[in-house]
Every structure is written in structure tokens, then in C-alpha cells.
């Protein structure tokens, strides 16, 4: 039987796949580097392990065919741990980017660029049959962003309100996931994934204000702002890196791809079903 190992599975993508997987009657087993403190389901069986010191991974591949890897880890473990991987594994779906589309709001250059590239030439080089997922803005992200603004008043500030993105639900990305890590036929396949709708950054705020029955008063906060008030939530890095992707994105319409509904025979999730579905964490 295929057991399929979910590296990245205490996170917003890793743990949608998990419980998709068990839902799918599949075989999972979960890595973590803190197994007591994972908060995955007591019927899944988690394994502690570290992406940043690959020789503690070997306990989590033993008995893998299949592994779904998400990678924040720092860049210089990436060959030993993909050495590692590749020794149990045949098989790896690797959570990428949009690096190879066109669009100019995912073509500027940034660390998570060079890092993802790094690894899928790692992947590539591997051995494995690989599988690469490229989504587009995680609708999760929202919940980083201003659900502290939101539950400590009306006020939302935020850059960039008019530029359009298409935020794909986690769940989406984890469907697609699923197909590949238990399907054959995804080897070599590349799937640019995002929600089915392009939205301004303003319109999802004011989404997420109706879904919760509260008028929000959203302003402009220019890009040096961003780069001071952002900071309690992101890192300078990621700040700028946004900073540089939503100046490309300003006056173009979003990247829509139908591809979560070619692959889940289920349209994608839109912006305001997840809110809906996370009012709860907006929510004072
Ligand atoms: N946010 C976006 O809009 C977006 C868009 C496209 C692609 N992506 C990509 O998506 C990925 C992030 O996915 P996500 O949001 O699901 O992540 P997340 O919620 O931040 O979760 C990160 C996961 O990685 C695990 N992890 C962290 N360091 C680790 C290490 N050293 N060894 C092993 N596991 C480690 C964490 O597990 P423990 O802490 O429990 O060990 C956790 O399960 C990134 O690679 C990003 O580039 C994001």
C-alpha cells in the first residue's frame, strides 16, 4: 500500500493534506519537529524529525513510498535532506510557487524564489518521480494579516488595496495534493493553482467584513509604512518581497487557471466561502 509521508504537516497546506489523506483511506504518516505538541488527530501516527538536520528524517521515510514535502526550513540542508528523502521515497509532491508564470506579479526575484528554484532542481536531480504544486496568495495568508486589525477594531490598514489577486483556499491545494500523491499519471506534472476569482486586496478585506456583519473602514498605507507597521507580523524580508509582487500585480487582473477543477472535479473554493469557513478567527 502507498504510505505517503507529509512533511510540513502541523501547517495551513500540510495539515489540509493530512486529513484529506485519511479521509481518502490512505496511509499517512506525519513529520514534526515537536511530535507532543503537533495537534494532528490521535489517529495519525507523527514522527519527529528536522528538516534543517536531515540525519533525523531516516525514522520518518522508513516504509515511505510517497512524500508531500513542504519546505521552510533554511537552504543549506536542502541536498542531504532530498538525498535522505530519495533513498526510501519514489515518489515526492514538492509545494512550489508560480515561478515559471509569466505573470509579472510572480516573476520578481526574492529569497523564496531562489530557494524554491534551488530545490526543484534538487527534486529534479533526485531521482524521485516529482510532482510540483503552484499555487498562487494562499487565502490563509488573510489570517496573518489582518485578523489582529480586525478583532481590535474597524479600522484596516494595508498597501496596495486595488491589486488584484486570486487567493486559493488550503484545502483546494490539498485536494490537488491528494491526487497526486495517490493517483498515477502526475509525474512530471507542473499545477498552477488559485482561487477561481480575481479580487482587489480591498475586496477581500470588505469580504471578510460582511461575512462578520461589521463595517470596516479600509485605508491605504503606503509602501514605506507598510515597512515599519507590518513588521509585529512579518518579517522585513517577506514584507518586501510582497511589497515588490503587489507593485508588479498593480493595473493587471489576477492569474486565474482552472486547474483545482480539472484535477478535484470540484470548483475551486472562492475568497468568501473561507471566510465564512474562518469567521471565528476574526472574531474578538
Ligand atoms: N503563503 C503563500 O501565499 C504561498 C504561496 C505559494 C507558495 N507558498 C509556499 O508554501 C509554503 C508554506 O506552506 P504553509 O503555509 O502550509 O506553511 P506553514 O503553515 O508556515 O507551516 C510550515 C510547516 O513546516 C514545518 N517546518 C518548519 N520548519 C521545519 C523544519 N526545519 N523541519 C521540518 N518541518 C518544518 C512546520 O512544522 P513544525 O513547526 O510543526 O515542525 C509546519 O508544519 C512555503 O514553502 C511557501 O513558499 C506559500
Known sequence: MNTVLVIGATGN???QVVAQLKDAGAQVRALARNPDDAGLPPQIEVVGGDLARPETLDRALDGIDTVFLVWVAPADTVEPALERIAKHARRIVFLSAPLKTPHPF????NPARTLAEKLERVIEASGLGWTFLRP?????NSRLWWASQIRAGDVVRWPYLSVPTSPIDERDIAAVAVRALCDEGHVGAEYVLTGPESLSQLEQIDIIGRVLGRVLRIEEMSPDEARCEL???????VVNMLLDAWAAGAGLPALVTSTVGDLTERPARTFREWANDHASEFRS
Do not use: K, S, T
Not at 106 to 109: A, C, D, E, T
Open 136 to 140: 498562487g496568495m494562499l487565502a490563509a
Open 106 to 109: 510572480f516573476q520578481q526575484p
Open 13 to 15: 497546506v500540510g495539515g
Open 231 to 237: 513588521l509585529p507580523i512579518m518579517d522585513l524580508r
